[in-house]
């Protein structure tokens, strides 16, 4: 046996067996690996957004850690404060950023500003690979720079 996930784009184009290829959950045509993974607008504000959280919630717990921001603890355990400070760093976490100017794209995922080299690391975390949007969200932060 192959092992191969079978999807209906499988089942219908490889195995020949008259699958329509329609997606199992948002029930649109091209049920194929990468639609499963990261393209489907069912699971986009579901298990996307959970996965998406998971990742950057570690990152962030990493982050604290490196800094002293926080004790350890079991990642599992472990949710962001929005901000967190002392002396050599500041984290903030899906906070909004306020500049003096309007900008679409002011909430990152993960902000770091590290006061001993006086500079500011902007993370974001995309989590899908297609076209849909699962929420309005801007992810082109290079208007904060001037932050
Ligand atoms: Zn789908």
């Not at 219908?12 to 045509?29: N, S």
């Amino acid at each position: 046996m192959d092992k191969v996930i079978k999807t209906r784009n499988y089942q219908k184009h490889i195995m020949k067996d008259g699958t329509l290829d329609i997606c199992r959950a948002c029930h649109r045509p091209g049920e194929t690996l990468r639609h499963i993974v990261s393209g489907c607008s069912h699971l986009a504000n579901s298990e996307y957004l959970h996965r998406h959280n998971q990742v950057a919630r570690i990152v962030h717990q990493q982050l604290a850690l490196r800094f002293g921001l926080i004790d350890l603890m079991p990642y599992y355990r472990y949710g962001p404060a929005s901000v967190l400070e002392n002396s050599s760093a500041l984290l903030y976490w899906d906070r909004t950023i306020t500049i003096d100017r309007y900008i679409t794209a002011n909430r990152p995922d993960i902000v770091l500003v590290d006061r001993s080299v006086r500079r500011a690391i902007i993370v974001d975390f995309p989590f899908v690979q297609t076209k849909i949007e699962p929420h309005a969200r801007t992810t082109d932060f290079s208007e904060l720079r001037a932050f």
